[in-house]
């Protein structure tokens, strides 16, 4: 995303990559465990069915009508795409981590075509990944969810990390690792350790609609500023 101020159009190679759509070839996949049963076991603090998890799946209630959607096991697939490819499957991809796959693949592509690390000026390549961060934020830190998509996306940043070296030698590459904030347990887990803890539920869209009335109030402006 950029603006016309530094390009008129997109590369033809990130118009080519989006002309590919990845997402679409999901559309059958399942998110499925790569660990047998007792290793989730072993190293989670709750089991695959605890009930206060959120549905990555999207099979029961929106999430803008019911933020306590229940249903959370593997294997996880987005309910949508069994009914063609729509705004909503799209919109379910973002709770599966195959989207720090791709995320990462167009990084590689963008730091191949650019010739990143070709000359003798530092580039420097930000890639933030999302879905990690949605699907911690509805399982919690000790869910198996948690548990494999830490694997999942360890595996995508070697495949990323192999790719980037097949054009720039090792050693002229540093990595580095990042997260923009920490997690904590659910509040139903907390609550079963003892601690004082309590969900807030929201609506997700009453919460926008009001937050935008309030801002263009406010700044009296156009609302055409705002993407919410």
């Not at 969810?145 to 790719?163: G, K, P, R």
């Amino acid at each position: 995303i950029t603006s016309t101020y530094y390009t008129e159009a997109y590369p033809e190679y990130i118009q080519a990559f989006n002309d590919s759509d990845y997402p679409a070839q999901y559309i059958n996949e399942k998110w499925i465990k790569s660990q047998p049963d007792s290793f989730y076991e072993a190293v989670t603090q709750t089991p695959d069915d605890y009930l206060f998890e959120r549905d990555l799946s999207r099979r029961t209630a929106d999430t803008e009508t019911d933020p306590h959607r229940h249903h959370p096991i593997f294997p996880h697939e987005i309910a949508a795409g069994k009914t063609g490819l729509s705004k909503s499957y799209y919109e379910g991809f973002g709770f599966m981590p195959w989207l720090d796959e791709i995320t990462l693949k167009l990084a590689a592509t963008i730091a191949k075509e650019e010739k990143l690390g070709q000359d003798d000026t530092p580039d420097l390549l930000i890639v933030s990944l999302s879905a990690h961060d949605v699907i911690f934020h509805c399982t919690g830190p000790e869910s198996h969810e948690e548990a494999e998509v830490e694997m999942t996306l360890d595996n995508y940043l070697a495949q990323f990390m192999t790719a980037l070296e097949t054009n720039v030698p090792k050693q002229d590459i540093l990595y580095v690792l990042v997260a923009d904030h920490g997690g904590m347990s659910l509040p139903e887990y907390l609550q079963e350790k003892g601690i004082d803890a309590h969900r807030r539920g929201v609506q997700a869209k009453i919460f926008r609609d009001s937050l935008k009335t309030a801002i263009l109030n406010k700044c009296q402006t156009s609302d055409s500023l705002f993407l919410a």
